[in-house]
């Protein structure tokens, strides 16, 4: 069973950075591509970024192109998501997730979850 901690969240200023964190137990970390989603309140689950399972592709959603970036350890079994710039609109619960196989941009293709960190961006 693949089992997904999120960390890093908090409460932050508009345009300033967090960097959020997922560590993944098991020992085939490095088969999977992992996704970064969020769901503020009222709304549903939103696509941030993916990255494959060996790090060469990622892809982001438009509203946080240029300012998120993804990326992954696999020696540390970890995926983190480095949010610059934040916005009041990036308040939300981050989640990530993992699929042994191609990474998607709905939450349907993936098999495994986090619990979520919350992130909240003040004015």
């Known amino acids: 069973q693949v089992q997904l901690v999120e960390s890093g969240g908090g409460l932050v200023q508009a345009g300033e950075s967090l960097r959020l964190s997922c560590t993944v137990s098991?020992?085939?970390?490095?088969?999977?591509?992992m996704g970064w989603f969020r769901q503020a309140p009222g709304k549903g689950q939103e696509f941030v970024a993916f990255?494959?399972?060996?790090?060469?592709?990622?892809n982001y959603a438009d509203s946080v192109e240029g300012r998120f970036t993804i990326s992954r350890d696999n020696a540390k079994n970890a995926v983190y998501l480095h949010m610059n710039s934040l916005k009041r609109d990036d308040t939300a619960l981050y989640f990530c997730?993992?699929?042994?196989?191609?990474?998607?941009?709905?939450?349907?293709?993936?098999?495994?979850w986090g619990q979520g960190t919350q992130v909240t961006v003040s004015s």
């Open positions: 997730a993992a699929v042994q196989g191609l990474p998607a941009v709905q939450p349907s293709g993936y098999d495994f």
């Open positions: 098991g020992r085939t970390f490095s088969r999977y591509s």
């Open positions: 990255i494959t399972s060996t790090g060469t592709s990622t």
